[in-house]
Each structure stands twice: as structure tokens, then as C-alpha cells.
């Protein structure tokens, strides 16, 4: 009988060391990961059957920069801790007002209702994955697992945390939900590459693109009006499409307000920009058209300065929501969709001028060098491509604003998330 129990432990042990897989082991319909390492590299997918909670996605340290981009970090960054824990993101709220601190006034929206759940899962297929409620069914089991914080909690054991929650007696929780701060305060672990992918991944729901589409459509219908007049009358292919420029214009007082506080902590002096400085700058730019549509992108709710349409240079025709009679296509929205809306108009602008201490700004930079990396470029700072982007807190040649491309090769979202000067240029 010894002998033949022997001889069964011994077959055992082979026949698991043989189908346990690499560093995987399945007991029960139970993947135990050894290593987050492991998972970054498989092609099976990230798992349906685990998932991870997280708090009500809010803008992140304050409303200075109000807009849907720091939502968008932290939905990337809770993802990109769902993919280090191998498990599926139960789809979270994102936040609708200006309030971030009273939660009452939170104004919650579900993610589906501004970008569209089924397509980002098809884009993210096997890079990360977004759940709903309803798929948790009956089963029970959930782990609460706070971040640490303070001084003492560092990058590397918060990353030390993923790792020990994404193996052993806390993997086996069908739902491991993460308490405490947003996930914009959290620790970043992931270069702006896989940032990038989970933002490519963001399809707006049709009901906002097409509020986007109608605004681009002024625009441009304004432009080739104006083109018109200014060639007399001319016809032709050359005036059937007007581009124009969109502006990031941060003059809001509260902006003005903290801008020049950090430019004193940070020793910093381009961070703030004037009204006179970013027209005289824009209108240094090289290549722009002799009439071109400048649309200004500014929070009309937080503006104290009603003369921003006044003092351009001769040829720069700006034009805010007001002006361009789409302001009523704004406020029918919350806060949060109108962002979303402007997003779009200066993501499709044919020329971008931003600050690079706004996340709003850098974001949509980010996105237009990846349309020109597509195209085969890895730099256009010293070329005219399609779609250049300029930052206006930086001067550049002959007072112009500085050329602007997204560094995608950055280990962090650093530069992005709070601001930064350096813009590859």
C-alpha cells in the first residue's frame, strides 16, 4: 500500500508540474497569479470572472483645471491597476459638476453614458477590460483594500501592495475593492505608451460626437464664408475646406490665481500667460492662414475678462461659444459633457495652441502626436506636419509659441498630470 501511495504522489507531481502552465495555477476554476509579470505578457486576456472596485472617479486634486481629462487619468489609471491584478474594472461613475469635495454634489454619471462601453472593450480587447455590476451575479466575496498614504507610502510599496493582492488568500475575493482617494492621487506605475493605449480605447457616445461634429461645423462654415469674401468671390477646391486654429485659453481668475502661487513655489516662470501674450504669440505663427478662425476653448463660467475677442492681430478672427451661437448646445449639458464637447473641437483643430501645465491641453497634445507618429513621423518639432501643436506659455523663435509634441516614451503620466515644461521641443 506504501509503495503504491508513493508511486501516486510521484505520477501527481509530475502531471502538475507538466499542465500547471508558467507561473499559473488552475484549482477549481481559480487562477492563482504568481507574478504580475506573468500576465502583462499573456495572450489569454485579463479575466471575466475577478474584478476590481474603485471609488467614484472625481477631476483629482482640485477644479483648477475642470474638465473630463483628469477623469479620463484616473479611468486609465484604475484600469492599469485592473491589469496588474488580472481582473476586469467594474465600469465606475464619473463626476458631472464643478464640485469635487462636497459629495453630495458629485453629480455622478455612469461611464457608458459619455463613452461607449461595448466599443471599449472591442479597442481594449486583451489589454484591459471593463465589467458591469450585473456580471457579478449571485456570487459573493469582496476584499477591501486600502492604499497607504502619507510620506512613508511610496511608489514601490504601493506597487509591493498590487503585487501581494494579485496572488495568495487575497486573488481568491471574486471583487477587490480599493477604498480611500480617487484614482488620480494614486501612485503611478505605467509609461504614457500604456496610458495611451487605454485612451485610444475612448469612444464619446454618439449623442455627444454629433454636439461636437455641429460645433466643428460652425466653425468651419464660418471659415469658408470668411475665405470667400477675402478671395472675391473665388471658387474652387482651395476654399471648400477652412481650417482653423483652437486656442486653450487659460485666463479664468481662478486659474491666474493659483498659476502665479506655483509659478512662485516652483520658481517657474512660464507657467502663466497673459491675454496680450498668448494673442501676440499666436499671431506669430508661422504658416498660419491670412484669415484664419481662432476658436477660443475657455471656461465662459469661471471668465471675469469680456473683451478676450479684442486686440488680435489683423487676419486672426476669434469666435467663443457666445459669438458663435453654439453656446446653447453647451449649457444643455453638465459640466462634465461640455468639456467633452470642447475636447473634440480643439482635438480636430488643424492648429492646437495650449499651456502645458493644463491637463486638458496636454492630453489633447498627446493625441494629436499620436495621429503623427502614425503617419511615420517621430518628431515634427523641426517640420511642418499636418496637425502641429504649439504650448503659449513657452516662447519660442521670434516670440511664437513653442512647437509641442507628447514625449510617448516617458515612464510616467507626470508630466501630463501635473504640468510640466517639458514639451520634446
Sequence with gaps: CLALVTIALFFRAIFLHSFSGYGVIKSNNLRLILSPSVH????????????????????????????LNNQKISFARACLTARVLNRTLLMPSLSGSLFYKEIDLLHPISFDQVFQYERFNSLCNRFVRLGRYSDLGNQTGKYDLRKGSGRKWTVERDLEQLKQSSRGPIDKYQVISIAGKNPFLWHDHWPVKDYARVFECLVLVDEIAKEADKVVSKIRRIGRKLRSKTNFGAEGSSLSYAPYVAIHMRVEID????????????RISQICSSKQEIMERVGNIVGLESTAIVYLAVADSLLNDSSILDGWKIGLVPFEKKKLG??????????????????????RADTFVGNSFSTFSSLIVLERT??????????????????????????????????????MSDSNLKAISYGSNAISC
Design 40 to 67: 502583462l505578457e499573456s495572450h489569454e486576456g485579463i479575466r471575466g470572472d475577478k474584478f476590481l472596485e474603485v471609488p467614484q472617479i472625481v477631476w483629482g486634486l482640485n477644479h483648477l483645471d475642470p474638465t
Design 255 to 266: 486659474w491666474m490665481i493659483h498659476c502665479k502661487k506655483l509659478e512662485q513655489r516652483s
Design 370 to 407: 499620436q495621429r503623427v507618429i502614425r503617419m511615420g513621423i517621430t518628431s515634427s518639432c523641426s517640420i511642418d506636419v499636418r496637425w502641429p501643436s504649439y504650448a503659449y506659455n513657452i516662447p519660442g523663435e521670434s516670440n511664437a509659441p513653442q512647437k509641442w509634441m507628447t514625449n
Design 326 to 347: 453654439v453656446d446653447g448646445i453647451y449649457k444643455k449639458h453638465p459640466y462634465l459633457i461640455q468639456s467633452a464637447i470642447d475636447y473634440e473641437v480643439c482635438s
